[in-house]
């Protein structure tokens, strides 16, 4: 992921998306092969589902991982204090 970070974060600004955090598995240290990569996003006024969607196929392409991209106005209150205390800026 680090060695990616500034091609992530230039497809993020792209796509309307800012802060975006790793959480889950890769942000624990305990991802393996199959695991998919975890981000938590801030969406910028003007982004929709269709840029979520194609930053979603740039960074599995990139990433050569599974993607899922979670914006952060969406995260359930049962789940947000387990997401955060993971999430680790990019």
């Given at each position: 992921m680090?060695?990616?970070?500034?091609?992530?974060l230039a497809l993020a600004q792209a796509h309307h998306v800012s802060h975006v955090r790793v959480f889950g598995s890769v942000a624990r240290g305990e991802d393996d092969d199959v695991s998919d990569i975890d981000l938590l996003v801030d969406l910028e006024p003007g982004a929709d589902l269709f840029d979520l969607a194609a930053l979603d196929v740039e960074l599995e392409k990139l990433l050569g991982h599974p993607v899922d991209i979670v914006p952060s106005r969406m995260l359930k209150p049962h789940v947000a204090p387990s997401v955060l205390s993971d999430a680790v800026e990019l």
């Open positions: 680090t060695r990616h970070r500034r091609k992530i």
